[in-house]
């Protein structure tokens, strides 16, 4: 065999080494990363979890949330109370196209039942399927609510009445770069960032950004009298 026909065979033993590699490095991080959250979770009081846990209670009659639109994985999950609050941290993995997203969710429950809704950050995409759609619920009394957030719910009534001018309002003073997604279903809020896992020594910001929305959106005059019945 001539060194031009050994070519080949030496760039798959590359690539192969290559994929070893990275799969080695992976269980290495994965490893790492869970023991860093084991650590996290009970410096801030939560039962650390693991993969021992099945999702949240989501309401079957509207499927809105990431977790219903996608089959996904749990992985490292923490849960406790916070503000009077059931909290629990994990994160997610599931597929969007050719890629594997990982990304870590806030999920809060209180005896309280939520419209179903989606409220993120909007994009040009959502500008021009507005034009043929019309999905986003607008708020005239908001206007910079209105432009910045895409909101979108089955049940438009029950959210607009959530949606109270307080809470419009402490969704406008939220820094444009903090693109958070906070969906509604059943007695569950779930809260993220397109941003991928959030790191270990990050987790107890996260954990306070997140209950903070989650305390100020259970919190909204819409929700007093809306008291969940499962």
Not at 19 to 38: D, F, M, S
Not at 82 to 90: K, P, W
């Amino acid at each position: 065999m001539d060194h031009i026909d050994a070519v080949p065979f030496l760039l798959f033993g590359v690539f192969i080494a290559l994929v070893v590699a990275l799969i080695v490095w992976g269980n290495r991080y994965a490893r790492k990363r869970t023991q860093e959250l084991a650590e996290v979770a009970q410096q801030i009081g939560f039962t650390f979890l693991g993969k021992m846990w099945r999702g949240p209670v989501l309401s079957l009659q509207h499927r809105i949330s990431l977790l219903q639109r996608t089959r996904g994985r749990f992985n490292n999950v923490m849960t406790g109370s916070v503000a009077g609050l059931q909290a629990t941290l994990f994160d997610y993995t599931y597929q969007q196209g050719k890629s594997t997203v990982t990304q870590t969710l806030g999920a809060f429950s209180q005896d309280l039942q939520l419209p179903a809704f989606e409220l993120r950050a909007e994009n040009v995409f959502d500008r021009i399927g507005e034009v043929f759609a019309h999905r986003d619920i607008d708020f005239d009394s908001h206007l910079d609510f209105s432009k910045r957030f895409f909101l979108r719910s089955p049940d438009e009534a029950a959210t607009r009445e959530l949606f109270t001018p307080a809470l419009l309002t402490y969704f406008e003073q939220i820094p444009e770069g903090e693109k958070w997604h906070v969906e509604g279903s059943g007695s569950t809020l779930i809260i993220y960032r397109w941003r991928g896992p959030v790191p270990a020594s990050e987790i107890r910001y996260f954990l306070e950004k997140t209950s903070t929305i989650a305390r100020t959106v259970l919190g909204a005059g819409g929700l007093k009298n809306r008291v969940a019945s499962f």
